[in-house]
Nanobody, 113 residues
Framework: QERLVESGGGLVHPGGSLKLSCTASGFNFSWYTMAWYRQCPGNQRELVAIISRNLHTNYSDSVKGRFTISRDNANATLYLQMNSLTPDDTAVYYC???????WGQGTQVTVSS
């Protein structure tokens, strides 16, 4: 059964950093483009960062230069390194298998002093 499990969320002060992980199982992780999305209360889910099977990356303008998406195909894990966090980054963060359309359950990130 295909599964994506996010971890690493939590409460962080403005200017701080967090690293999210998404562990995949049930499909050949290395074959697929993977992405991180986020959703704030009352807003639509938005794309944060995306990484292809060939390691090409792209970022939303709001996180470019602060967030880094990466993947470890040997361990079927997707990462999102988030630096210089601001309260506007507060959201539930989801990973997604773009090709197959699977979502994880999400992990909460709260940026607050």
């Amino acid at each position: 059964q295909e599964r994506l499990v996010e971890s690493g969320g939590g409460l962080v002060h403005p200017g701080g950093s967090l690293k999210l992980s998404c562990t995949a199982s049930g499909f050949n992780f290395s074959w697929y483009t993977m992405a991180w999305y986020r959703q704030c209360p009352g807003n639509q889910r938005e794309l944060v960062a995306i990484i292809s099977r060939n390691l090409h990356t792209n970022y939303s303008d709001s996180v470019k230069g602060r967030f880094t998406i990466s993947r470890d195909n040997a361990n079927a894990t997707l990462y999102l390194q988030m630096n210089s966090l601001t309260p506007d980054d507060t959201a539930v963060y989801y990973c997604k298998n773009v090709g197959l359309g699977y979502w994880g359950q999400g992990t909460q990130v709260t940026v607050s002093s």
